[in-house]
């Protein structure tokens, strides 16, 4: 375990580097994953996987309906209150049982530097962004800036904000994520689309939402200053596409931080644009970043993430990868959770109040574990 805060306690930190393949069989199987219905060193889907999860053999769309009933009957913590974006967005997670792919081998490695005030910070400010009315979102955060703008977009119904230090020659800038209809139509449009100033495909949901926000923020922000973004789910999707149209028009993007946020380009263009400085935040459980999953994208050049990732553990705890989580196979854990009535508590953990109940103990001290040991680190939702 690696203390990323105070001193190191003698024979705590194990550095290990290791490689772990997914399976016996070869690149082209699908990771074993205990108990998920997929058996180690099969090739393709497990037939058994898709309708007998732990002795259930509904069909699995009878049993996903099923669910589905049930969740607006839920409530939800954390100022959860809507659960249908949440719906539209797991209905497209149950895809992945169509098609199992190859999955990347798994590198430990210690985290570099993370700031856990700082994130704090971009949470509490997207609680008011996500929750509150522009005038109270200035009664918040007037204080902290110099200068605040509040931005509703009508377009396509959602708000931003942009925070300028002067003295720091900073700007900040917080996205909200999806909070109503009009933004999980975009969320749904799967497809991608070559966008020709920055060569790359891109979601063509997430595009249009992104090159929306960047026609009306440009005029606001200076080239002089150092950026900061943060967006939670599809704000965090918006953030990544933001920061690279920003980069290429020379402006210095310092650092990008997202939580719960699904993929916006495939593996060429996360390949392309893989010196962005995006650190992408996630509950273990949330399987909000899996999507859009890899059998609705070509199997050549499947969706994939951009940057590394912080997986938020219980207590101090906290896990690393410096590389692509893209891995469809370990999306199976949620969909056998689905099976087992736990979707309520997997769609918890994508809320910004779980986020931050599990950010709140690492600002005295952080504790790094091993990715693969992480389950031994969570207790339950928070």
Not at 69 to 98: D, E, F, Q
Not at 123 to 136: L, M
Not at 314 to 326: H, I, K, Q, R
Request: with cysteine; charged share 25%; net charge neutral.
């Amino acid at each position: 375990m690696r203390r990323t805060q105070g001193k190191e306690h003698p024979g705590s930190m194990v550095e290990r580097s290791r490689a772990v393949v997914g399976c016996k069989g070869g690149t082209d199987c699908c990771l074993a994953a205990k108990g998920s219905g997929f058996t180690e060193g099969r090739r393709g889907p497990n037939p058994a996987a898709l309708t007998g999860f732990h002795g259930y053999s509904l069909p699995l769309h009878r049993r996903f309906r099923e669910v589905l009933s049930a969740l607006p009957r839920k409530k939800y913590s954390g100022g959860m209150s809507r659960s249908l974006p949440l719906i539209v967005m797991s209905a497209i997670l149950s895809s992945a049982l169509v098609a199992c792919q190859a999955s990347p081998a798994i590198r430990e490695v210690t985290a570099p530097p993370i700031d856990f005030r700082e994130i704090q910070h971009f949470f509490q400010v997207y609680q008011s962004v996500r929750y509150k009315g522009p005038e109270t979102i200035h009664a918040d955060w007037d204080k902290h800036y110099d200068e605040l703008v509040v931005v509703e977009l009508t377009e396509i119904r959602n708000f931003y904000l942009v925070g300028t230090l002067h003295a720091e020659r900073r700007q900040e800038i917080v996205i909200r994520g999806t909070t109503n209809l009009k933004n999980a139509f975009y969320d749904v449009r799967l497809s991608k689309h070559m966008n020709r100033d920055l060569g790359i495909r891109l979601h063509r949901g997430f595009e249009a939402m992104a090159l929306a926000l960047y026609q009306d923020i440009l005029p606001r922000l200076r080239k002089d200053n150092e950026l900061v973004l943060f967006g939670h789910s599809l704000g965090g999707a918006e953030a990544v596409i933001l920061s690279m149209l920003l980069e290429r028009d020379g402006f210095q993007v310092r650092q990008v931080y997202t939580s719960g946020q699904p993929k916006v380009t495939d593996s060429v263009g996360a390949q392309k644009y893989h010196a962005l400085n995006v650190l992408r935040i996630t509950n273990a459980h949330d399987p909000m970043p899996l999507l859009p999953t890899r059998d609705l994208s070509p199997l050549d050049h499947p969706y994939s993430h951009i940057g590394g990732e912080l997986v938020l553990l219980d207590g101090p705890y906290f896990a690393y990868l410096d590389s692509e989580f893209a891995n469809d196979a370990l999306a199976v854990s949620f969909l056998r959770n689905l099976i087992q009535d736990d979707v309520v508590d997997e769609l918890h953990e994508h809320s910004i109040g779980s986020y931050l109940a599990r950010i709140v103990p690492k600002l005295e001290l952080a504790v790094q574990v091993g990715f693969l040991e992480r389950e031994r680190y969570i207790t339950g939702p928070r």
